[in-house]
Structure formats: structure tokens, C-alpha cells
């Protein structure tokens, strides 16, 4: 069936440095991606998300990169900071609000 | 943003009981809501789709008459764990769609269900 995974199940970066988690999605059909963040005991926040007609989207920090030719998305994290330590998970809508979830990478900051 | 709500955040049972859990959307309405199930260090998996005024889908594998689910209004979602097992401790995370909106989900904190 369709997936969606992950190629680093954990990442540790020094603070201040950037971090980059990237995801690959098999499904060439999904028109809708999100990052989300999910600290330990707590569910899933809404990061950032894309629409397949975009290849690049900024907030606050955080840029997600989608590049459909190889079905693969990014997520960069600016200046990580110690309360970026959490696992991140790409979603990809499998189909009216159904969301396919990654396999997650630990982001593990280091002082 | 919207807020979701769980309850009970924790929750210890003895094996053979049944143990419901709560999803509330807080300050909107949702047609949909949705539960997933979650073993430590995995991603989320769907367990089902749950429609307001109707009966839930489930996804293949997820046996219906073990997971009940309920969605008697537009703020209220109830998951059902009948006779639960050991093999039942998980993580049940709740989501929730605003209604009209394109496609954001709105996560509870999740429920953590222990059978002894």
C-alpha cells in the first residue's frame, strides 16, 4: 500500500546549529503534506504544512521543502534550539482528511 | 488555534474491564474526528474515522466490537476499549476537523491506557 517514511530515525544537532528531517512519500497521487512535532506523553502539534502546488514554504524558523519528482519532503529548522528536542513526523492526506503518518525521527539537541 | 480535548490523560485498568475515553473539540464543531493508536517509539496509526451522526469506519485489522466508538454530537467523539487486554496498553490519540476547513487536524494530548 501507500506509505510514507522516513530516512533518519534519530538526529542530533548542536543548539544553534540548523536541522534538516527529511521524509519520502510513495503515494504521487497526495496533494497535502504536514510537519508535526510530538513531545514525549503528548500528542501531535501542527508544524507546517504544503500543498503540492508549492515547492517551498517558510514560518517561523521552520521551511518545508517538497520536490514531487522524487517524492520527497524536508523539514529545516533554523537555529535549533533545546525545546525543538521532540519527534517529528511527516503526514501525507491519504485520501479526505485521512493522514498517512511517517515512521517519525528523534530530534535530539545537544548544549 | 483549535483545542482538542482528552480524558482521561492516564488511565490503569484491570484486564477484562472496559475503559472509555473522551475527545471533545473544544470551541468548534467536527463532523470528523479521528482516533489513532500509538505503541512507544512507533508513528500514529489510523484506527478509525468517526462522523458525527453516523457509524464509525474503521480501518482494515481494527476490530470494531473491541474499539466502540461514538460520535453523538458535533463536539464529542467517545472510543470504547471493551474487555481490554495487556495487549490494549497504547497511546490513543484523538484528531479532530474543523468543520468547512481544507484539511488541518486539531490533536488531543493523548490518552495512555495501561491493562494490568
Known amino acids: 500500500g501507500e506509505s510514507v517514511g522516513l530516512h533518519l530515525p534519530t538526529l542530533s544537532v548542536q543548539e544553534g546549529d540548523n536541522s534538516i528531517i527529511n521524509c519520502a512519500y510513495s503515494n504521487s497521487a497526495s496533494d497535502y503534506f504536514i510537519w508535526y512535532k510530538q513531545e514525549s506523553g503528548k500528542g501531535p502539534q501542527f508544524i507546517i504544512d504544503i500543498r503540492s502546488n508549492m515547492d517551498k514554504r517558510q514560518g517561523q524558523r521552520v521551511t518545508v521543502l517538497l520536490n514531487k519528482t522524487v517524492k520527497h519532503l524536508s523539514l529545516q529548522i533554523a537555529a535549533t534550539q533545546p525545546g525543538d528536542s521532540a519527534v517529528y513526523f511527516c503526514?501525507?492526506?491519504?485520501?479526505?482528511?485521512?493522514?498517512?503518518f511517517g515512521t517519525g525521527t528523534r530530534l535530539k539537541v545537544l548544549a | 488555534g483549535a483545542v482538542v480535548s482528552q480524558h482521561p490523560s492516564r488511565v490503569i485498568c484491570k484486564s477484562g474491564t472496559s475503559v472509555k475515553i473522551e475527545c471533545r473539540s473544544l470551541d468548534f464543531q467536527a463532523t470528523t474526528m479521528f482516533w489513532y493508536r500509538q505503541f512507544p517509539k512507533q508513528s500514529l496509526m489510523l484506527m478509525a474515522t468517526s462522523n458525527e451522526g453516523s457509524k464509525a469506519t474503521y480501518e482494515q485489522g481494527v476490530e470494531k466490537d473491541k474499539f466502540l466508538i461514538n460520535h453523538a454530537s458535533l463536539t464529542l467523539s467517545t472510543l470504547t476499549v471493551t474487555s481490554a487486554h495487556p495487549e490494549d496498553s497504547s497511546f490513543y490519540i484523538c484528531?479532530?476537523?474543523?468543520?468547512?476547513?481544507?484539511?488541518?487536524?486539531?490533536f488531543g494530548e493523548g490518552s495512555r491506557l495501561t491493562v494490568l
Open positions: 484528531s479532530a476537523i474543523l468543520a468547512g476547513n481544507t484539511g488541518e487536524l486539531f
Open positions: 503526514a501525507e492526506e491519504g485520501g479526505t482528511y485521512k493522514y498517512i
